[in-house]
């Protein structure tokens, strides 16, 4: 396990972004116009036929043309017209849903310049060969100032990259050989020194081209429980398709006989439309929202998995705590004075730029230089302290164990150790002066985090290399359920395992080689941009921003995604009672007047009912596009609180708003004439 | 005690009854299926049948008993009513029709019990004890088999097994439905009704003229006839005639035991899920909607809309005045809220409503509570479907008692939805269509149409109650009701062992507080709104064009 590196612009960025829940992506209705050409073109028989729902009503519209040809009156026209609207809308939900990914397949697209790779021969002289021409196993040199021509891994050198056009960090990153920071990425440019990279990815796969793909939604496939729910609307489509086939014959027995034209447009209604058109946006956008975040998942199957997690494993460093242990107190022993131990840890510190050291001069404040002539003393590790000699005055800081202790100063680090901390000893010509205590600092409002999480049924582990009492001190105040301490790379495929046997799901994020097994056997697992080759092939997403608290905003999208799916279907479904009453008076009012009683809004004739019932049910695609992109929103809650307030909203909402809407869509179609 | 109160009391007492034996009897039901031993009989009757208890059968074999085992009584029925003259006790009524035993022999190994025929003209003791009764007993019984399976699929993990076929069969007949119809048999036979093995009695009617009363073994048919939810009456009044339902008390014993074993069934689920509260939901879901009915029928009979019942007061024309309207229509809401179809009462002479609510009971899909065994799993299968939709909306994929509801277990749960509206909308559709049909109404125009619907209705539930106005004799009716009860019973079955074997594939996910509480009120009312959108969706038109147009008339 290794720790990230974040620089502080970077942190910055995620603090801000942290606070906002999946949603974003704002909709502008100028999509609507642009992505009109693509939906027109979507309007094929063969593109329809993918999804069930809307082929029927493609054949419905189809069979309604021809009828109107036929017998052209107004209503016929009007009706037919609404419903080549309502499959219209329904591509133009699917047309904005990629074009919102095509638009940022176009940014990435511009950083896959042609590029020209200096490849190596084997016998080590160089040639020049376009970039698309690589191969996997090629090895190639890239100099400063130079555009990685494809994915691979460094074997030699180290170098400064720029990963802006992938993860939109303008900070550089170091890139060397050997080690788990050796990947380096397609299209980032290399802004100082020399390495060369062996390419691991063949042109046209490499990340960018992966990702490139997956945003345009061209080679996406549809999910397990998209599947699932197209059975389920194509049983729904089936139930309707009979309900409205049985009806003829009886309405010929009771010597009304209906005119085909009105039964499609029952047909039409009653199926679940909305839903079926907006099936694919909703999916198309799911993945947009990962990417937005900077995630880049390499199927649709692992962002519904991500809703499932029950079980998240996360690396204490980076995650929980900051990077690094920071001096937090400090403890005189022996009578000796507050002043005089922080002058001195403040002195022994100056030398020591190591993030810890830092944080001493932190704590102690003052100067940071020395006034007086003296010499510094690196730390070594047979001497394992380090410190400065100013005169006869040798201040030594170390390991507890460097140092000749007292008795108060043992019983103060054993103390500090049993909490979980670092001692630290400071000592003045081999006399203890006091202890300073180093200790994780968990980042604030992870408590409140964890807290959500478990609301949602979701476990949370923290994996760590400390001892097991440093690692339940920070677990207990972290609020972390459980840890893993002295973790290595089997513990925690073995708790993976065990996690899975009981039948959860698991979730974690990694970046070394070692990361790469568990990453497999995760059922979501997010490797680290920043981690090596062999960690993002195995894990089946990649945070560009090497963020592993993203871990949790991914759970959030992935359940977002499902909501949105149930809800819509609710909606849909929902929406039919009310149908029913504005055209079944229509369709029979004139044979059996008691069933005017049913037109309960009040319609105008039975013409201008049953139009405004196939209106409202084209433009309540085109109202809940913006929806279906944006994802419902979502607050973390338990189960039964959320579904409390989705059946609420979209059961209770769909049953009320096309009364609504009819009646007032009526209003306006009356005033047509012939209606 | 006006005759309101006097229901209310009625209906008060069941429930308290039901109640009282709702832990002991579900629970009993719950060990008999868990089992390890065999009763000596039982194992006589493996021997006798070469089966071994101890073995385990996937999905496919198990299906395949239930399909074999009822091709082979199909058979078997057809040959009995066929050879009757070479029965003792046929009081020379000779061979059953083709035609009638035919539909007959589907009917009765359906536990649709459809009766086209007079039972009292048509079939001897023989044909009724040897036949119809065996068949009473053992199509709830497989019934019950199927269910269990089911709930297999949902207690058990990572496995192929489902139990054995052949020993729930026996183990539901030997442990549940004999000990139960015999205790009953006596009651019955104690509180009035007939049982005999003659032929009728020659009376002298006051006028002179000579006339003869049927008579038969009652009692011991009645009470398997309803435990079972069977319906199919051993004289043609059903539970009207006076020997099969003499008085208010029979009435309300032959109703508790038509409830009995699908409420306690619920009981049977939580105890085997390992959670009560699971079952309760399912009651409370089935509860309420019988509940609903029942109010909704009773109003509809008390509140009538003809000018002829207007001016007697209430809709009495097709009910017995020993039962009243109370009695009647909680028989009828017992009758059709499960697959059993004994009447009590004639549906066809019901108020629009009344009627119509005779219908939606059954559109429901017998569920609420539903036959024995088919009740539970055409519940579950519905359960299935709001869970899916509801599993969504909490923002997991659904997941239903820890098994996860995928691709194959919404394809059969929608199979298993499927069957009931195609065979129902296809079969009356045709119907109405063919030129025929019309003189084989008694009525013309909606109630026409209700005639039909209800018929199909009945069939493809497998309830066999009759709208009686319609004459079923012919062979298309014959031939197509049939049919529609075949495949009504055996296409769910199949989807639902089909899912049972998949959900006993699946590990078991633990619960979570993400995951979808599958009991409580929430979820109950979920359940109960997904039973009635479902019916309500799929049957508005048809329902529109017959009974509501009566209604609103």
Redesign the interface.
Known sequence: MTTTERPAAEQRRHHVERTGRPGAGVFNPRQLLVSFPDALRKLGPRHQLRNPVMFVVWAGSVLSTVLAIGDPDVFTILVTGWLWCTVLFANLAEAVAEGRGKAQAETLRRTRKETTARRLRADGTEEHVPGAELRAGDRVVVEAGQVIPGDGEVVEGIATVDESAITGESAPVIRESGGDFSSVTGGTTVLSDRIVVRITTKPGESFVDRMIALVEGARRQKT??E???T??L??LT???L?????????????GSVQPVIVLTA?LVC?IPTTIGALLSAIGIAGMDRLVRRNVLATSGRAV?AA??V?TLLLDKTGTITFGNRRATELIPVDGTAMATLREAARLASIADTTPEGRSVLDLCGGPVEVAEPHEFVPFTARSRMSGVDIGDRHLRKGAASAFAATEESRRVVDEIAAGGGTPLVVAENERVLGVIRLSDVVKPAMKERFAEL??????TVMITGDNPLTAKAIAEESGVDDYLAEARPEDKMALIRREQE???LVAMTGDGTNDAPALAQSDVGVAMNSGTMAAKEAGNMVDLDSDPTKLIEIVEI???L??T???L??FS??N??AK?FAI?PAM?AGI?P??D??NVMGLHSPASAITSAVVFNALVIVGLIPLALRGVR?RPA???A???R??LV??VGGVVTPFAGIWLIDLVVRLIPGM | MSSTVAGLVQVGVLLVVLAAVYKPLGDYMARVFTDRGHLAVERVIYRLGRVDAESQQRWPVYAAGVLGFSFVSVVLLYLVQRLQPFLPFDFGRGAVGSGIAFNTAISFVTNTNWQSYVPEVVMGHSVQMLGLTVQNFVSAGAGLAVAIALVRGFTRSRTDWLGNFWVDLTRGIVRILLPMSFVFAIVLIALGVVQSLRSGVDVTNPDGSASTIALAPAASQEAIKELGTNGGGIFSANSAHPFENPNGWTNLVEIFLIMVIPVCLTRTFGTLVGNRRQGYALLSAMGVLWTGMLAVIWWAEAHPNGPAALLAGSAMEGKETRFGIPGSALFADATTGTSTGAVNSMHDSYTGLGGGGTMLNMLFGEMTPGGVGTGLYSILVTAIIAVFLAGLMVGRTPEYLGKKLGRREVTAAAVAILSMPTLVLLGAGIAIMLPGTPGYLANSGSHGWSEVLYAYTSASNNNGSAFAGITVTSPWFQSSLGICMLLGRLIPILAVLCLAGSLAAQKKVPATAGTLPTHGPLFSSLLTGTVVLVAALTFIPALALGPIAEALA
């Open positions: 397990p429980n599947i699932a729910l059975i389920l194509a049983t089936i139930i309707f009979l309900a409205v086939v049985a009806l003829q014959p009886v309405a010929r027995y009771a029952l009653l519904e809703g499932d029950s478990r609301a949602m049924g979701i476990r009981g039948g959860r992935g359940k977002q499902l909501i799916r149930g809800a279907t609710t479904v929902a039919d009672l029913y079944l029979f059996f008691q069933l009683k049913l979502y338990t189960a039964t959320l579904l409390r989705n059946l979209y059961g």
